[in-house]
């Protein structure tokens, strides 16, 4: 059973920056890739980010790519979420997860606010 964990949310005005973590526990951290997703109120969650168990290879949502970052410590059970050039339409709970594929594990969510 793996424990998710993230931090890092909060408000932020259009055009600047947060980094998101992900603590993990309770599993062989190096086994899983991991991924981050939102949701946004009264939509679907949606799929963001996501990085190989080695962090050799990395994948984003086209809304993602150029401005958002995805990165793991394995040595720490950490994922990380460098999120750039943020706009309000990413406003959104984000979630960790594991096996984005096919999430197994889920994170209770960190809010990010994007004020215009």
């Known amino acids: 059973q793996v424990q998710l964990v993230e931090s890092g949310g909060g408000l932020v005005q259009a055009g600047g920056s947060l980094r998101l973590s992900c603590a993990a526990s309770?599993?062989?951290?190096?086994?899983?890739?991991m991924g981050w997703f939102r949701q946004a109120p009264g939509k679907e969650r949606e799929f963001v980010a996501a990085i190989s168990w080695s962090g050799g290879s990395t994948y984003y949502a086209d809304s993602a790519k150029g401005r958002f970052t995805i990165s793991r410590d394995n040595a720490k059970n950490m994922v990380y979420l460098q999120m750039n050039s943020l706009k309000p339409e990413d406003t959104a709970v984000y979630y960790c997860?594991?096996?984005?594929?096919?999430?197994?594990?889920w994170g209770q969510g960190t809010q990010v606010t994007v004020s215009s």
């Open positions: 309770g599993g062989t951290f190096s086994d899983y890739a």
């Open positions: 997860a594991a096996n984005p594929a096919a999430p197994d594990y």
